[in-house]
């Protein structure tokens, strides 16, 4: 069964650093697209950052400088380490694949179950 | 910077036929954008439902159905049942390993 679980939020202060952790079963991280998302209390959902299965990354302007999406081979998992947090980065942030099996084919197929990280003071 | 548009909300009596619509600030929707629908309950992660227009996902009743119409991507739900009242989300592909989510839509069943 392909399964993904966040890890690693939290309440932490402006100016902080958080790192995101999301582990994988059933399907290997490395040879996916796999990405964040997340969405703020109330609010949509935002696509963050990407990770190709050749290691390129992007990101979301929003976060562009301060966060960093990465993944761990030998652990199967994904991680966004997230630099000089802002308010406005209080969020609920889910993991998800992105599957690309054709030119006509990619979407987000499986998402975690989400975790939480407040940004205050 | 492209903007998904989504209808901010909309009701459906139960049994009955509704459409969402997924656009774009500029531009008209189509199959390079790969077009994909998500629905979402409060504290639920989001569940894909449509995917490469028209596609549906595993396990996804075929009530929800999606099209193009005219310039925008669409999922019509026929004959909605209590259970469809969520958050309904597109998102579109802009290139360069860059999505796009609409701002949702609120579906109400009542």
């Known amino acids: ?121 | 910077q492209t903007v998904v548009t989504q209808e901010p909300s909309f009701s459906v009596s139960p049994g009955g036929t509704v459409t969402l619509t997924c656009g774009l600030s500029s531009g008209s929707v189509s199959t390079n954008y790969y077009p994909s629908w998500y629905q979402q309950t409060p504290g639920q992660a989001p569940r894909t439902l449509i995917y490469s227009i028209n596609i549906r996902s595993s396990g996804v009743p075929d009530r929800f159905s999606g099209s193009i119409l005219g310039n925008k991507a669409a999922l019509t739900i026929t004959g909605a049942q209590a259970d469809d009242e969520s958050d309904y989300y597109c998102v579109l592909y802009m290139g360069s390993g860059i999505w796009v989510f609409g701002g949702g839509t609120k579906l109400t069943v009542l």
């Open chain 1, 1 to 121: 069964e392909v399964q993904l679980v966040e890890t690693g939020g939290g309440l932490i202060q402006p100016g902080g650093s958080l790192r995101l952790s999301c582990a994988a079963s059933g399907f290997i991280v490395s040879t996916n697209y796999m990405i964040w998302v997340r969405q703020a209390p109330g609010r949509g959902l935002e696509w963050v950052s990407i990770i190709y299965s050749g290691g390129s990354t992007y990101n979301a302007d929003s976060v562009k400088g301060r966060f960093t999406i990465s993944r761990d081979n030998s652990k199967n998992t994904l991680y966004l380490q997230m630099n000089s947090l802002r308010a406005e980065d209080t969020a609920v942030y889910y993991c998800a694949r992105e599957w690309r099996v054709s030119m006509a084919t990619d979407f987000f197929d499986c998402w975690g179950q989400g975790t939480l990280v407040t940004v205050s003071s």
